[in-house]
């Protein structure tokens, strides 16, 4: 079984900076794509920032220039440094890992969300 867990989240005022991290855990063989994804009240889960296992970086167009993805494979963890941010970036940030596990079979999975706000 693999866990996930994200840290990191909590009040900023805007224009204010948080450093989000996620750690996997368990049997894991490998890990695949990693993405950030996050979910305001009343909206959808939206994809804020992904990276491939070659560091290979996309980002939604609201945060392009202030965000920034990052990844260490050694650790299997990974990164989002978020600058200059905006109350409209308040919302759960879920961390999303494509992890090859026991047998090299490859499985999506979703930590529980750590909560950002951004106050005006």
């Known amino acids: 079984q693999v866990q996930l867990v994200e840290s990191g989240g909590g009040l900023v005022q805007a224009g204010g900076a948080l450093r989000l991290s996620c750690a996997a855990s368990g049997s894991i063989l490998g890990m695949n794509r990693m993405g950030w994804y996050r979910q305001a009240p009343g909206k959808q889960r939206e994809l804020v920032a992904s990276i491939d296992s070659g560091g290979s970086t996309n980002y939604a167009d609201a945060v392009k220039g202030r965000f920034t993805i990052s990844r260490a494979n050694a650790k299997n963890t990974m990164y989002l440094q978020m600058n200059s941010l905006k109350p409209e970036d308040t919302a759960v940030y879920y961390c999303?890992?494509?992890?090859?596990?026991?047998?090299?079979?490859?499985?999506?999975?979703w930590g529980v969300g750590t909560q950002v706000t951004v106050s005006s």
């Open positions: 999303n890992a494509e992890v090859f596990g026991s047998s090299w079979n490859l499985r999506g999975y």
